[in-house]
């Protein structure tokens, strides 16, 4: 069997740090990673970003037959979001195409979640906690821009026959329920 790479994705506010928490609870032999990118935004940021997402597909390519189960709060997938949306000074789609393609070569049951949240007004209330570390502001609209260019972007991911799971977070006891059903969760 092959080992689980779990990356989960999503807007601030979403609860991807909370989903990523009782992933890695719920899920024995598994370790957690939480990638906060980097917050340069001009040119050199790209470069940076590059190296880093090439030495973690490197690092993931030597984890493959290690029995562990791998979860990831945010990937390269945030950065070309960002990058997107202008949150960043340059385009990162050529070095996100490269990147893919070879995440997509991984030997792992890789599973891409993607959260988002059907009442809007709940980013409001989520977004009022206190953050460690703001690369970008936080606010309703950014949230509400970012879930939408990450609903985009799942569905582009579901073209390459990668397992997307577009997870709904509204409430979190429905949605452990829903993602321990889709994983097999015990």
Not at 18 to 35: C, F, K, M, Q, V
Not at 84 to 110: A, H, P
Request: proline letters at 1%; a neutral charge.
């Amino acid at each position: 069997m092959k080992n689980r790479l779990i990356v989960i994705e999503g807007p601030q506010g979403t609860g991807k740090t909370t989903l990523a928490n009782y992933l890695r609870e719920a899920i024995a032999s598994s370790n957690l990673y939480r990638l906060s990118g980097q917050k340069e935004k001009k040119q050199e940021g790209k470069l940076l970003s590059q190296k880093m997402y090439e030495a973690l597909l490197s690092y993931l390519k030597n984890m493959e037959n290690i029995p562990m189960d791998l979860i990831f709060d945010r990937s390269f997938f945030t950065e070309e979001v960002y990058s997107r949306l202008g949150y960043k000074e340059y385009s990162f789609t050529d070095v996100y195409n490269e990147l893919l393609k070879e995440f997509c070569q991984l030997n792992y049951e890789i599973y891409i979640i993607v959260l988002y949240l059907k009442k809007e007004e709940l980013y409001e209330q989520r977004l009022q906690r206190e953050m460690h570390h703001n690369y970008q502001t936080f606010s309703l609209e950014n949230s509400v821009n970012q879930q939408n260019m990450y609903l985009q972007l799942a569905k582009e991911l579901k073209e390459k026959n990668l397992k997307v799971i577009t997870l709904e977070m509204d409430q979190f006891d429905t949605a452990y329920q829903q993602i321990k059903k889709i994983l097999k969760i015990e």
